[in-house]
């Protein structure tokens, strides 16, 4: 029989713990989901039923939802197939003196209300009013956005601004501007790459993701060229994750570097061909980011 001295057997633990911590610490546990853009696909699915089977059958974890219309069938038919809705995507349209249509306050209040408890609702601002007065539309949304934060975090749902070209809210560090004005723990940021890349450019990212991400609640990501990206249409600033020479691997890896732990979306918008392969060959490119991330040096 072998004996180990206590003095030894203590530090033999310490090393083995110290080794499965930097092990766990090295793996990729993120949700990734699709987002609710699969209408663009040949032959992309069109009921809740649908995309919640073809997701499944290929192992996504889940699909972003896309406001009121079908939040509550699109809702069924993912936890029915075991998947997760882990983001709702809603249009937040602000106008005259601060009133909110198309959904209404109390509709967005409602799929607070029935979505799962930590997911993340994500807003694109909207508002032809205040658009260019921002003194007074901040005041404005700041005091919604407040609002709906003390009524989701009953509900144990965070909140956030989504960026998105030539709406209210357009860059990532105005979305994180956003929320420290909101000053809700339950309120933060969004940073969608595509956005990202045709806004502002690929320059500074990394600076960009030390920054705001201790700040961010959700990330959509896809393939996409790299370059002067500010001139390029979305056909390539859009793609099939693994294509283009953009380094999306570096991107995903210098956020959970950074402390991101909130889940992916995969950017679908007008993607063409065979929806079943798309889809497949994306997530095989996010296994590899998964396997690459884990044997790491």
């Known amino acids: 029989m072998i004996k180990i001295g206590v003095n030894k057997l203590g530090l033999l633990l310490i090393l083995v713990s110290c080794v499965l911590y930097v092990s766990a610490k090295k793996k990729i546990t993120n949700i990734f989901y ?72 109390e509709k967005i209040q409602e799929m607070i209300s029935r979505s799962e408890k930590g997911s993340v609702m994500y807003f694109q601002l909207t508002s032809d009013v205040y658009k260019n007065d921002r003194s007074t539309g901040d005041k404005l949304i700041v005091t919604i956005l407040q609002g709906l934060s003390d009524y989701a975090k009953g509900y144990g749902i965070r909140l956030c601004t989504y960026p998105h070209l030539s709406c209210y809210c357009e860059t990532v560090e105005y979305s994180v501007e956003l929320a420290k004005m909101v000053n809700r723990k ?28 201790p700040w961010l609640f959700a990330v959509n990501i896809c393939g996409a060229d790299d370059g002067d990206t500010q001139k390029m249409d979305w056909d390539r600033l859009i793609q099939p994750l693994g294509q283009g020479t953009f380094d999306t691997y570096l991107f995903v890896k210098l956020l959970i570097d950074n402390g991101y732990k909130g889940a ?32 790491q040096k």
């Not at 450019?201 to 705001?212: A, C, H, P, T």
């Not at 950017?267 to 980011?289: P, V």
């Open 34 to 105: 699709a987002q609710n853009t699969l209408d663009w696909f040949q032959n992309g699915p069109k009921s809740a039923e649908e995309k919640a089977l073809l997701l499944k059958s290929i192992g996504y974890d889940g699909l972003e939802g896309f406001g009121y219309s079908d939040f509550f069938i699109l809702s069924s038919a993912l936890r029915d197939n075991g998947l997760k809705m882990p983001v709702n995507y809603v249009s937040l349209n602000v106008g005259l003196n601060g009133t909110v249509e198309n959904p209404s306050i």
């Open 186 to 213: 339950n309120y933060g940021a969004t940073l969608n790459l595509c956005h990202l890349l045709k806004v502002e450019g690929s320059k500074n990212i990394e600076r960009k993701i030390v920054e705001y991400a």
């Open 264 to 295: 992916f979306g995969l950017q679908c918008y007008n993607l063409k061909g065979d929806a079943r392969q798309t889809l497949l060959n994306s997530l095989q490119t996010w296994k590899s980011f998964k396997i690459k991330y884990k044997n």
